[in-house]
């Protein structure tokens, strides 16, 4: 039973750092193609062009953190980490 539910976790966090991968890295290679044909100084153009790279950093930034929510270890690792910072800080 538990080797299911770890074949389960493991078949979700895949799905999920697989829709996020098309999410956000999507603009970045079908923007330029869709752009090609002129309008580059436009105002526009800029802010997609901008927006799509933001994607694509934001991607790599969260895909750690996306592993690290879905794997029971990491997170109470994590959780335990904060809690001795929290402690001392205050």
């Not at 603009?27 to 997609?48: D, E, T």
């Not at 799509?52 to 953190?65: R, V």
Request: hydrophobic content about 50%; proline content about 3%; glycine content about 6%.
């Amino acid at each position: 039973m538990q080797s299911k539910q770890v074949k389960w976790n493991v078949a979700k966090t895949v799905i999920i750092v697989s829709v996020a991968s098309v999410i956000c890295w999507l603009p970045v290679n079908v923007y330029p193609l869709a752009v090609s044909s002129g309008g580059r100084h436009s105002l526009g153009y800029l802010f997609w062009t901008y927006a799509s790279i933001f994607l694509a950093y934001l991607y790599i930034c969260m895909n750690p953190f996306t592993y690290a929510i879905k794997d029971d270890g990491v997170e109470q690792t994590l959780t335990g980490l904060m809690v001795r910072f929290r402690c001392a800080v205050a």
